[in-house]
């Protein structure tokens, strides 16, 4: 069951947030445009924002398969876009031999064949058919090398694969691209240009709280207020890795699991791990420093009359 | 540029003249191109300039970065009718004319003046200017040696000059590592399947020959990061040059500058022409010669760009005297993460020149426990050293921690 194209971007938040996805008008604008032009959507941006979750949602709402690609150093074609079934080969090269038809020209063409072939995600994703194209993930495109980026050239600009046995395979439709890199370096200029670019940041207060509603079930208001309230203050420090939304999930699912419904030093002390994920980090927030945000964050809540 | 110069063969005579101009301004021009280019301005005719530009331009010009060259010597070379002359003074010193250099000349490139300026007038500085040349041009050994040895402070601006080029020259072989890509190798490993069948096919599939990868290796990236305070002001402005001749050989090489503030400079150095690189990089960066405070500039390195950079396991450059102004405040910290995001850290510091140093500033305590090599950079000597330290392959990790 596919849905069509949202045909405004206020559609796209909606469809967005009927998945629980709290996007702000940005990446709305720009996914939408992403889907409207046909151009693979390149997502950068800190780790635990929602990149990857984005074409999740995507797949979800709009009824389509999701092809994700994991992306490693030294993926290479045979894992990423296709690979030959070899023992399934020479099983065919010996029965040939048995059965006495040694042609080598005819054994070559039937050996190479598609039936042979094993399908990985790129390959799957440009291959065609009747279904809507799917939605192709590229996930953290930055851990891997330059050799590979400049392979998905060809794939992101034409959405065809090149099989030197076989031929050109080309996507009826294109298939719904969306790219995340965490930016543990950068991605060469020639990528980036085919791509619509957005960078994730970490949101505003009232977004992760609507966020937290829409993820966290059972979490009362108060103390979805003082979680925000705490993660959005460590962010303004000067922390080595700040905390990401992932990381306020994670802590308001900590604290409910811990039966809290408010914030005080002790269990935010304990569960500053969930949080905060360099030793130096957790040393500097842990004691006087957490309580006097606490302090803070409660002042803040009364002022602002909850 | 009238219809007898082109049939009388003054043409091919002007623009000989003019490619020899090109080369001698540093355009890798071959002689073939000579005969293309004259080919060329006669397919297109003379009717034009600009159409006689731009097919010049064509076959006389292949990089980018040749250009601007280019566009400065066409247009000082073919205004001037009298240029010709110009030229064969330059080849005949002894008949020179008493013009005086065009004024525009003052504004052009220092390589398209010194290959197009007319000799100097008088027949006497003119046989000493010669001579100079000459001597420029057949360093003796002994001079070499000098410069091979002459710290860097010291230079006057024709030693530098000469540096800079033996800097150009300098490569860095940092012990590849090994990729997790393979090539196909007959000793490797690991068997090639796909290339295996098709051999067999080839021969009918009765034997499988086997084929066979081994894993490809590579330079492990490369970040500097270049200290531009007032006391290293001599010392970090040669070895921009040196970074420069790495970052055009290479891929994955990043450059910061830090003073007071850091500023990344890695997209100025990729031009190729050094004095332009050069000249982006001294306007990037605001901080020149004033205050160090590296304590800071590495937290915000470590805050902001590296895990950007430093995703690949690279090999840190880290050029500074350790004068520091803030007396290493926070500085070990920041050299203990720095150290423990990279492979391999070196530590250049020309104040290790001297004999006797010792390492008594608080900057360079808080810093020399967090590096794996210490090692002097002031003079030619002590970058080829650098070079051959570099290519040996690094102590293991439990070596370093021992030592």
Same mark, same amino acid.
């Given at each position: ?306 | ?38 080919? %060329?301005?006669?397919?297109? @005719?003379?009717? *034009? ?8 331009? %064509? ?29 064969? /003074? ?70 530098? =000059? ?5 800097? %150009? ?10 990729? *997790?890509? /393979? ?20 021969? @009918? ?100 760009? /590296? ?24 500085? %070990? ?32 305590? =808080? ?37």
């Amino acid at each position: 069951m596919s849905r069509p194209f949202p045909k405004t971007i206020d559609e796209t938040a909606e469809l967005l947030k009927s998945a629980r996805y709290v996007a702000d008008r940005s990446l709305a604008t720009v996914l939408f445009l992403a889907l409207k032009m046909g151009r693979p959507l390149f997502l950068e941006g800190e780790a635990g924002v929602g990149k990857t979750e984005i074409a999740k949602v995507l797949a979800a709402t709009l009824g389509r398969r999701l092809e994700r690609l994991q992306c490693y150093e030294g993926l290479d074609v045979a894992s990423a876009v296709y690979e030959w079934n070899y023992a399934r080969q020479m099983i065919e090269i010996r029965l040939a031999e048995a059965a006495g038809s040694a042609d080598k020209a005819k054994l070559g063409e039937d050996v190479f064949s598609p039936r042979f072939l094993i399908d990985r995600p790129l390959l799957r994703a440009v291959r065609p058919s009747d279904e809507p194209a799917p939605v192709l993930l590229i996930d953290e495109l930055d851990r891997t090398d330059e050799p590979f980026e400049a392979y998905l050239l060809e794939v992101l600009s034409d959405f065809q694969v090149t099989i030197p046995e076989i031929g050109t395979i080309k996507a009826k439709e294109p298939p719904i691209v969306i790219i995340t890199s965490n930016r543990t370096r950068e991605i060469h200029d020639a990528l980036k240009r085919r791509c619509l670019y957005h960078w994730v940041d970490y949101p505003d207060a009232a977004r992760e709280r609507a966020i937290l509603a829409a993820k966290v079930p059972g979490i009362g208001e108060a103390l979805t207020r003082e979680v925000v309230a705490f993660v959005q203050s460590l962010r303004g420090l000067d922390l080595f890795k700040l905390p990401g939304v992932a990381e306020t999930i994670d802590w308001a699912n900590a604290l409910i699991a811990l039966d809290r419904i408010t914030l005080d030093p002790a269990t935010v002390n304990d569960t500053l791990g969930v949080l905060l994920k360099y030793q130096d980090d957790v040393a500097r927030i842990r004691g006087s420093e957490a309580a006097s945000l606490i302090e803070r964050v409660k002042a803040e809540a009364i002022t602002a009359g909850v | 540029m009238n219809p007898e110069a082109f049939s009388g063969g003054r043409l091919a005579d002007n623009i000989m003249h003019f490619v020899r101009s090109l080369r001698a301004a540093g355009l890798p021009i071959g002689p073939g191109r000579t005969i293309e280019a004259l080919r %060329a301005v006669e397919a297109v @005719g003379l009717g *034009r300039r600009d159409d006689f530009y731009w097919a010049l331009h %064509a076959v006389l010009v292949n990089r980018r970065e040749q250009r601007e060259i280019f566009n400065q010597a066409f247009h000082i070379f073919w205004r001037d009718p009298q240029l010709l002359e110009k030229m064969m /003074s330059l080849l005949l010193p002894r008949l020179t004319s008493d013009e005086a250099p065009p004024n525009a000349l003052e504004e052009v490139s220092q390589r398209v003046k010194d290959a197009l300026a007319p000799a100097p007038v008088a027949t006497n500085e003119n046989a000493e200017a010669i001579e100079q040349i000459e001597f420029d041009a057949s360093l003796t050994f002994s001079d070499r040696e000098r410069l091979q040895s002459m710290d860097f402070e010291d230079m006057n601006a024709e030693e530098q =000059a000469a540096a800079k080029r033996a800097i %150009a020259r300098l490569r860095l072989p940092i012990e590849k590592v090994k990729t *997790r890509r /393979s090539r196909l190798d007959p000793r490797g490993r690991r068997v090639d399947m796909r290339n295996s069948l098709r051999a067999s096919l080839r021969m @009918g599939g009765a034997v499988i020959p086997i084929a066979r990868r081994a894993l490809r290796t590579r330079h492990p990236p490369l970040v500097v990061l270049c200290d531009i305070s007032g006391s290293m002001e001599r010392y970090s402005r040669m070895l921009l040059h040196f970074v420069h001749a790495l970052t055009n050989d290479r891929d994955r090489v990043h450059t910061f500058l830090f003073g007071t503030r850091l500023t990344n400079i890695t997209r100025h150095l990729r031009h190729k022409d050094v004095d332009v690189a050069i000249g982006k990089v001294t306007a990037a960066a605001e901080d020149w010669s004033g205050g160090t405070r590296i304590g800071k500039t590495l937290a915000d390195f470590n805050r902001l760009w /590296s895990r950007r950079v430093m995703g690949q396991g690279p090999l840190v450059l880290l050029i500074s005297d350790g004068l520091d102004q803030s007396a290493g405040e926070g500085l %070990a910290e920041e050299m203990a993460r720095l150290h423990r995001s990279c492979r391999r850290l070196v530590w250049l510091n020309p104040l290790l020149r001297f004999d006797g140093f010792e390492p008594k500033s608080k900057g360079i305590q =808080a810093m020399l426990p967090h590096v794996d090599e210490f090692r002097p950079v002031h003079n030619l000597k002590s970058l080829e050293q650098l070079a051959a330290v570099l290519a040996r392959p690094a102590p293991r990790q439990d070596e370093r921690r021992a030592a």
